[in-house]
């Protein structure tokens, strides 16, 4: 049995717009709405059980995923903005009690699938991140958030919102596109490096689209994303009383493939490059 709360909320033409966006991304099959059904329960049931200490794949074994993802049996984690069946389904596997609370049902009913495939149970919500009222005060030990700030104009906003529904002692981890770089033309690999046209200043502001893909903030159709400055991302956290743990770059240069063993410009080779996130896990003292 999977609980489920649908929870009817469209706040305004920012979350009108981005539901709209995320159904024909789910029409589409992208990925990220995809639920994870091949993951391989034995393994996290040996990092569970804590018979061995590499983590199971789709994750690295590295210092950001074993800070989020180890002792977490038994604590209770709200996958915030990060519904369609994956984390929820690996902290549901390393022994958690799940909630997800996302935008829109069809990534909920996405949830609610991988929660029958591997058997265990899973809350969901529909709801906007912004506006967290539904859920208990100080309750999650953890809240993961994957790439999905850049869908709001005021991360203020939904700090706050994290403050208020995560324990003392808490866990909140966030990724984030790279400032600027996220903004950037890329013009592709010349021959000798990748090269990047920005033709628009470094500012916060809303994000608009032209026919033929430039991004910038004055012409075009928004697609419902946000460019929020490096400092509003970290000082963010701090004046809301977050204390940060650590910043790493998505993907981690550690653990990648040697670049010589990656065709140049290809997406792996470039993401070594051009790091296309960042990656936070802040505290609440």
Known sequence: ????????YIRDNIA???????????????DYTQPWLDLDVEAYRLYREKKTKILPEPYCNDVVSRTVMNNINGKKVLCLAGGGGQQSAVFSLLGASVTVLDLTPEQLESDKRAARHYGYNVNTIQGDMRELSVLPESHYDLIYQPISTLF???????YREVVRVLKNGGLYFSDYAVPLLY????????????VLRITEPYRRGAILETEDEK???SEGESFSEFHHLLSDIINGLIAEGLTIKGLWENP??????????L??????HRDRYIPFGLSVIAYKE
Do not use: H, T
Request: with cysteine.
């Open 263 to 268: 065709i140049p410009g290809s997406e792996q």
């Open 215 to 217: 991004l910038n903030f």
């Open 152 to 158: 709001i104009p005021d991360l203020g906003e939904l």
């Open 183 to 194: 903004m950037a033309e890329d013009k592709g690999w010349d021959g000798r490096g990748y």
């Open 16 to 30: 009108k717009r981005k539901l709209e966006l995320i159904r024909e991304d789910i029409a589409e099959g992208n």
């Open 1 to 8: 049995m999977c609980p489920y709360v649908l929870f009817m």
């Open 252 to 261: 981690r240069p550690d653990n990648e493939f040697p670049v010589d063993n």
